[in-house]
Structures are given as C-alpha cells and as structure tokens.
C-alpha cells in the first residue's frame, strides 16, 4: 500500500500542471483477467496514465447541502490503466479521495464513494458518441457500477450488526466472532456492484440477463481508491473490438453527498487497442483550432449567459446546464453539435424543482425532446469554431 500512497500524493500534486491524458494505450497480456482485482500482482508492471475528472455541473440538485458542498468543486487528477486478453478486457483507476464514505443498508441520508466505468454502445461515428454522463436518448452505454459497501448480516433485524462486527471486540469473544465473521461472508450480501444499460440518468435499467459478464473490485488505502473492473470484449451489449474505443470514469464522493449526477468523470478516453488510423482517438484528442478570445465575444453577441452559467465567476443560473467544466468532459464534435443542432443530444435528467424558470426541453411528436436552446447553425462557421475552442478552455478551475 505504501507505494500507492507515494503515487496518490504525486498524482495531487500534479493536478495543478494538469497533464493529463486522453489516449491510453491497453496492454495486451496473457493472464486469465476473469477475477483480477485491485490487489493482483499485474498492475505493478502496468503503466498508468494520469487522467483528469472534471466535476459535472450540468443540473441543481434539490438538496441544498450537496449544491452547497459541491459548489466549488475543481477537478481531480487520477491515475488509470488498460489492459486485455483474447476476450476481456480489464482496467484499473486509482484517484485521491481522503475519506471513505460507504452505504450502510439502513440509511437513506448517507451516500458511498463509488466509481463506475461506461462503454459507448456504439462508436462507429465518433462524432455522434452518446451524451458523457450515462448517455442519452438513442445514444446507450453500459455503465459498470462499484460502491464502497460494508457487508450486512442481520439476523434478528435489530440493526445492532455493527457491534457484533467491531474488530475492537476481538478480545473478549475471539472465536464467536471469527465464527460469526465467517457466518456473515456467506451470508451476508456485501458487494454493490452492479451493470447498467442507461440512455441518460433517471433512464437507468440493470442488466440481468445473464449475458454480460463483469467483474469489478474497490479497496481503500487510507488516502485515496483503487478500482477495477474486467467486461467480456464483446457480448450481447457491446463489441470492443477495434482500433480503439470510448470509455468514460467516473467518481463520487460520498462525504460530499455525491450521486448521480453529482460527481467527477472523464471525458471519452481513447482507449487504444491497436496500432493503426482511427477516426474515434482523432476525434476525442481534437484540439479546436478556432481563437477562445474571438470565442468569448461571440458567447456575448449570441447571449449564451443569458442561460447559462459560463464560468464559475458568472451569476449562477438556473435555466440551463451550467457550463463551468464542459471543455474538460466534451469532446470539440459535441461542443459543435451542442451549437448547431441541439436537439441531437438534449442534455439528460433535467431537474424541474432546481431549474424552475426555463424548461430545457418540449416533447414533440412520438414523444421525441426538442432542445429549447436556439440552432445556431445559421452562424459563421469561423465563429462557431472560435465558440467552441473558447468552451473547450472552460474546465472547472483548471482552465
Ligand atoms: C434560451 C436559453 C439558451 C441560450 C440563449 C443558449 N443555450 Fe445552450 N442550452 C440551453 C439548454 C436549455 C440546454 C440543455 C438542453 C440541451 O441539451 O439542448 C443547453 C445546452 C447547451 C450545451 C450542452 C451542455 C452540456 O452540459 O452538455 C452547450 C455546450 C451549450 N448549451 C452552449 C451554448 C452556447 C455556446 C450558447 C450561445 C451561443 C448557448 N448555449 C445559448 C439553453 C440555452
């Protein structure tokens, strides 16, 4: 554990250089990835990339404790490695976090540190890749969700496991608790792992059909999290192989009452597999060319704070999705789509209560979301581009 301590304190030193990467390159390996966890040996010769999690701003929550606690959220910098054999695939992510928040089964009010990782159903336009957090509308992705949980064993319903369970008891009933311990692991229900098919938060259903298989593990070292998880390459959700595909990460804090929405995630990472061209890593790596101080003007000319809440110095508002770290989890397609056809991709889980003053959408025919946001597609592409290389620059404090 110690040398992932010196990697956690280096890796949240270098969150103010932000270095951090959006091509991975996966390892291929011949060991069996089926049950890799974060204490297998293979990670100590694999290379980890530094990648930056930027928090999401997208939507107010009703609880105003987590809006207040997640106000000035600035981004986290982890560290994440791939690798595969013939039919799995496996990565890890370790990031910083100081605390370790988990979800007891009776209570309603805590939240766990938890990650998961999300594939993009399909990818095969790389500029049509779904919506970054949990997809969107006609745009699935498969999320791989892990939460930090303790187990649960309650024999007499009374709520009073924890005492029983006290390591600090050891002492006085030594063999009733190691035998108990041992009641609780085959018993208990421990694990909070869960996969997801999701076209965007709220829209969420669990895959239990038994055709896909994942595996995923969390464990804390006293200053920060390692994960892992493994998926087949393909089954009946997905088919990874490629030259590369889009993966996505994302943390919660639960100590910051994060869920949902409320988190940090990566932008799409090109997760390389293969030596070759591959328009997806030219799309996710795309840094716009137009000119952000050109950009900002046009952002006035155009009133875009009339709606949105641009960077974290701007007066919150409540109409649409903030904008404060877009250019850290959007790629420059999306940016461009998000302008010149807003409607493709109508930002997912808007919160009614939060965001009284102005609906983000209307619902059309054959119940089809008509993005309230004006088409800016009339404008001059030349300041499209400078817009768009101006958002790509917002990113939560690590601009
Ligand atoms: C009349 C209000 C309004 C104006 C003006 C407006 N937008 Fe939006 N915008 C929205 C709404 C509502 C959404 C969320 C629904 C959607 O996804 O289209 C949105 C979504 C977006 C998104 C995607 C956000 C995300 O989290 O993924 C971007 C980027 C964006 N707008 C940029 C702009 C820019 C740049 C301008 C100015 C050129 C602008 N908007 C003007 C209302 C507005």
């Not at 932000?18 to 293979?42: Q, T």
């Not at 999690?53 to 981004?75: C, G, M, V």
């Amino acid at each position: 554990m110690k040398k992932f301590a010196t990697a956690v304190v280096a890796l949240a030193i270098m969150a103010t250089s932000a270095l951090a990467e959006v091509e991975i390159i996966a390892e291929k390996v011949n060991e069996n990835l089926d049950v890799i966890s974060h204490k297998s040996r293979i990670w100590t010769n694999t290379k980890f990339t530094p990648v930056t999690l930027y928090p999401q701003t997208t939507i107010r929550f009703n609880d105003a404790k987590a809006n207040e606690l997640n106000q000035n959220n600035t981004p986290i910098i982890a560290a994440i490695a791939a690798i595969y054999n013939k039919d799995k695939i496996a990565f890890m992510i370790k990031w910083p976090d100081v605390h370790q928040d988990y979800q007891k089964s009776d209570s309603t009010d805590a939240y766990a540190d938890a990650f998961a990782v999300q594939f993009a159903r399909n990818f095969s336009i790389p500029k049509e890749l779904p919506y970054i957090g949990m997809g969107s509308v006609d745009r699935p992705v498969i999320i791989h969700l892990q939460k930090d949980s303790v187990r649960i064993y309650e024999p007499n319903g009374n709520g009073d496991i924890e005492h029983q369970i006290n390591p600090n008891q050891t002492n006085l009933f030594n063999k009733d608790l190691e035998a108990f311990e041992k009641q609780v692991i085959n018993i208990g229900v421990a694990d909070y792992e869960r996969s997801f098919i999701s076209e965007g938060f709220r829209s969420m259903t669990q895959i239990k059909d038994g055709t896909s298989h994942s595996h995923s593990t969390i464990g804390y070292s006293g200053i920060g999290w390692l994960g892992t998880v493994s998926r087949s390459l393909k089954d009946s959700y997905l088919d990874l192989d490629a030259v590369a595909i889009p993966v996505s990460f994302a943390v919660w804090n639960g100590g910051k009452l994060g869920r949902n929405g409320l988190k940090y995630l990566t932008p799409w990472l090109a997760i390389r597999l293969k030596k070759g061209e591959s328009e997806l890593v030219k799309s996710l790596t795309e840094v716009p060319t137009g000119d952000p101080v050109a950009g900002i003007k046009s952002m006035t000319t155009y009133g875009c704070k009339g709606c949105h809440q641009v960077t974290a110095n701007d007066r919150e508002n409540f109409m649409a999705p903030a904008l404060k770290s877009i250019g850290g989890y959007s790629t420059a397609d999306y940016l461009r789509e998000s302008l010149v056809n807003p409607s493709a991709v109508v930002v997912p889980g808007y919160n009614r209560n939060a965001h009284s003053k102005y609906k983000w959408y209307t619902l059309r025919e054959n119940n089809k979301r008509v993005s309230t946001m004006p088409d800016y597609s009339w404008l001059d592409p030349q300041e499209l581009e400078n817009m768009v290389a101006y958002l790509k620059t917002l990113k939560g404090g690590n601009e």
